[in-house]
């Protein structure tokens, strides 16, 4: 009997225990630094509720909220007076219900408080708005 040496061939398997225990020691590592990373500054933000905007093509009624928190509305003979949270949403009701489907927007100065904005978004979906847009400026065109 003439013995035959057999060789061995080389194993082209990979080994993925080690791959598995790295994946476990980053699992726990994540596991333990996500509730870190979500916390934040802590503030108190205004309650008011608000609905989605939507699209129109007719021109839109705009009310302006300035630096000192005066509110203002683009339409009539005094655009540039200052109206009160009542004189604001009884006109805008007037408009609305003459012209039910016009866009409302809202401008807020960069500097008044957030609370004035949102006291103005409620007031405007009092009277009767269905939808009220934000409007800003693209960063770079400054005035």
């Not at 269905?130 to 400026?137: F, K």
């Amino acid at each position: 009997m003439s013995q035959k040496r057999v060789r061995k061939r080389p194993i082209a398997e990979m080994n993925v225990v080690p791959y598995i225990d790295v994946m476990l020691v980053l699992l726990i590592i994540f596991m333990i630094t996500a509730p870190l990373l979500t916390q934040g500054i802590k503030v108190e933000l205004p309650k008011v509720t608000a609905e989605p905007v939507t699209e129109s093509d007719m021109d839109p009624l705009v009310v302006t909220v300035n630096h000192k928190g005066e509110l203002f509305l683009n339409l009539g003979d005094e655009a540039d007076k200052a109206l009160d949270e009542h004189s604001l949403r009884n006109r805008v009701s007037a408009i609305l219900r003459h012209q039910p489907g016009i866009p409302v927007l809202l401008r807020g100065d960069k500097n008044v408080d957030y609370g004035a904005v949102a006291r103005a978004m409620a007031l405007l979906q009092q009277a009767g708005a269905p939808s009220i847009g934000m409007v800003t400026e693209t960063p770079g065109t400054e005035e």
